[in-house]
């Protein structure tokens, strides 16, 4: 496919065979590129006929699965998706659709979800989508509550045009607004599909939410993207992940750290599953993965851990870990793949190798700013153009990224600057640890402390003191944790993330 094409999600869609399958689900009956492509013809003329057209930003409340994937494709071809979680509580709702100035909301026939409420009050229509399993996996219908005008601007988007509209996670202040372009996904997808050399013959198994940049992005349009398939789950369940492995045969999937732990706990007992649909690769973005799991998965897998590094405001990926037989290095979040990755000093200026900084990119998957937020934008980007992750990391003499973390996560010890994961490593180590991450915990003198939460192995028994005396014996003093909670369960954010800020407030500690 010539890459001038494929600067719309319209365009980036005739990468597929006719006949070959696009979108599949287990249980499920395929649907073809060809049919994917005459509903995403079909759906924007619905749209266009009843008002919607390009720019417009249409809700989408669905659970994850085929129908979701194919709606948000289908939509952000000739109007802006804007998909949420539909877990939201009504309040929720209401903040997301007044400030998004959603035109309608897309939610599935008989839903009873808080959304379609919040929506009558607000008078945004609600579109109900009727799936059509019968015809394919991820094929729809969609039913309009009342005729009206033709849209002003309708046909397919172009590449200008704003494909997909997201929120910033909004732990720390009100979420913000990203907007990106046609431009932006289709070149993120393509800056995936190259790092991963996904072609036709490739199959994924999406376990990501699709209300996420993750699962949009690696989990559906890139793979899509290069004439492969991908097969959509109700969303990621361990206990019946390796059944829909044996069903679905994939080459590959990707998920974030607390996913892979979860299956690497279950993949002791599937290794018939695993020896019969041998892996290209797996892939781990979102947040860190411990390199002691990474070996781990690895072994299980008898395939590479390719580990990258993406946000929303880069329409994901940013850098990949390479494919064998070049390196792959275990803590680090690879090479730039797509924009130009630079470490800074805080006056913006270049850092040589080795030194740490902050992390900013440029390139043309990154968001040209937030929406309506000058303030925000004066902030987020360096006077040479380049968006400020708030990521600190350092570079290596190969280009190679490491994340030494947050900046708004550094904990600060009475001025001891404590970066979490280096104590999330350090703590990996011990043989009872499954699953850590560590926090600043609020101290009335020292501003703050350090503190961490634990998920033991099965049948393991440590106690917090035991702990810290391993954290105490390979780091300085003012880096031991003063408090560990060892838990069944660490609470996670609504993609899968174990969130930091924030987590000595949900544990009673602040």
Known sequence: MAEDAGRTIEALMRAGAEGATALDAPGGTPLSFGALRALMRRIVQD??????????????????????????????????????????????FEFYLTDLKARVLVTAEGSTSPAIAVAEKLGVPVVRLRETPEHGAGSFTLRFPAPAAPAAQGGPA????????????????RPKIVPLTQCNVCASARNIRTALAFGPQDRGLNIMPLFHIHGLIAGILAPLSAGGSVACTPGFNALKFFAWMDEVGPTWYTAVPTMHQAILARAGRNREIIARHPLRFLRSSSSSMPPQVLRELEAVF?????????????????????????????????????????????????????????????????????EN???????????QGYFRTGDQGV?????????????????????????????????????????VVTFAVPHDKLGEEVGAAVVLRDGQHVD???????????????????????????????????????????????
Do not use: C, W
């Open 47 to 92: 749209l266009n006929a009843h008002g919607v057209g390009r720019g417009d930003r249409v809700a989408i409340v669905l659970d994850n699965g085929p129908a979701m994937a194919a709606a948000f494709i289908a939509i952000a071809a000739g109007a802006t998706s804007a998909p949420l979680n539909p877990t939201y509580r009504a309040e929720e």
């Open 158 to 173: 172009e590449p200008g045009d704003v494909a997909l509209v997201l929120h910033t996670s909004g732990t720390t202040s």
């Open 373 to 383: 937020n000058p303030k925000a934008n004066a902030e987020a980007f360096t006077p």
């Open 395 to 435: 570079m290596d003499e190969e280009g190679y990224l490491a994340i030494t973390g947050r900046l708004k996560e550094i904990i600060n010890r009475g001025g001891e600057k404590i970066s979490p994961r280096e104590v999330d490593e350090i703590l990996m180590d011990h043989p009872s640890v499954a699953q």
């Open 302 to 370: 008898d395939a590479p851990l390719i580990e990258a590094y993406g946000m929303t405001e880069a329409a994901h990926q940013m850098a990949s870990n390479p494919l064998p037989p070049r390196a792959r290095k275990a803590g680090s979040v690879g090479l730039a793949a797509g924009p130009d990755i630079q470490v800074v000093d805080e006056a913006g200026n270049p850092l040589p190798a080795g030194e740490t900084g902050e992390i900013v990119i440029r390139g043309d998957n990154v968001m040209a700013g937030y």
């Open 464 to 510: 917090d003191k035991e702990l810290r005396a391993f954290v105490a014996e390979r780091a300085a003093a003012f880096k031991v944790p003063s408090r560990i909670m060892i838990l069944d369960e660490i609470p996670k954010g609504a993609t899968g993330k174990l969130q930091r800020i924030g987590l000595a407030r949900k544990l009673g500690l602040a």
